[in-house]
């Protein structure tokens, strides 16, 4: 059966936003509160591992039952060790056989919406062909770079968005992978990832402090859809279609 690892990275660092993890949203007195009150509706507290240099940080592991990794303050310093080391260096210490990687900084991700994730993760990487799982939402939009255009014409050939080529967005809310496979490229996607389409709401990240207003404005739509309120198909006796396996010991 599936054996995963929920990881969530948190460090006291951060060169946009000042102590970031540690903004308040919705009803948590912070991000990574927020972040793991909806986790523990879909997987075992003790399958999430909250990644962590900082004591401070890491005590908020307790309330939620999830577990502890004291990373390595050399793998939280801004911009000293390289990503991929980063990512490597705490997948190394997380005793599990699949990998999703969950940040704080996207708040907007409902526990349903992980929930269809690991469920795709299940059919389409552990029981199919893909190699990883990628959050993704479709990228209908225009786009440039210093040399021109990019995926349209701007001529009066000009293409209409609907029929823009099919480009995705990368959310930054959800990466999952084989952990095996995670430390042999030192990053947590493999050559063939499965794009997972997610709402909107969940591609909001909190890099600049827009962003994160951004993201409180839209809380409101979040409690209107009700999309906290998410109950395990276990609670309901129905068949669970992630099927976690043994934890490790």
């Known amino acids: 059966m599936l054996d995963l690892a929920v990881v969530v ?31 523990v509706k879909v997987i075992e507290p003790s399958r999430i591992y909250l990644s962590s240099e900082d004591e401070e940080f890491l005590d908020l592991a307790k309330r939620f039952g999830v577990s502890r990794h004291h990373r390595a303050m050399y793998l939280s310093l801004d911009h000293i ?15 599990h056989e699949h990998i ?23 059919a389409q990487v552990f029981d199919g062909a893909r190699d990883s799982l990628l959050g993704v939402v479709p990228a209908k939009d225009y786009y440039w770079s210093r040399a021109g255009a990019l995926n349209y014409e701007a001529t009066r050939n000009h293409t209409i968005s609907q029929n823009l080529p099919e480009w ?24 063939d990832p499965l ?48 099927a976690f396996g043994s934890l490790a010991s």
């Not at 948190?10 to 986790?39: D, T, Y």
């Not at 060790?81 to 990512?87: K, Q, R, S």
């Not at 496979?181 to 996607?189: A, D, G, H, K, S």
């Open 100 to 122: 999703a990687w969950a940040t704080v900084v996207c708040p907007l991700m409902s526990p349903q919406e992980y929930h269809e994730a690991f469920s795709a993760y299940r």
């Open 9 to 39: 990275p948190a460090r006291r660092s951060s060169s946009r936003i000042a102590e970031k993890c540690l903004l308040p949203f919705g009803n948590e007195a912070s991000l990574i509160e927020w972040k793991l009150s909806q986790l």
């Open 168 to 191: 995705f967005k990368v959310t930054n809310s959800l990466y999952m992978a084989p952990r095996a496979q995670i430390l042999e490229r030192e990053y947590f996607l493999g050559p």
């Open 195 to 242: 794009l997972h389409p997610l709402s909107k709401m969940a591609s909001v990240d909190i890099d600049e402090i827009e962003d994160y207003e951004i993201a409180s404005a839209l809380y409101s739509l979040y409690c209107e859809k009700k999309l906290h309120d998410f109950t395990p198909p276990w609670e309901h006796d129905e068949e669970d279609p992630i």
């Open 81 to 95: 060790a390289p990503f991929n080391e980063v990512i490597a260096g705490i997948v190394r210490e997380i005793p």
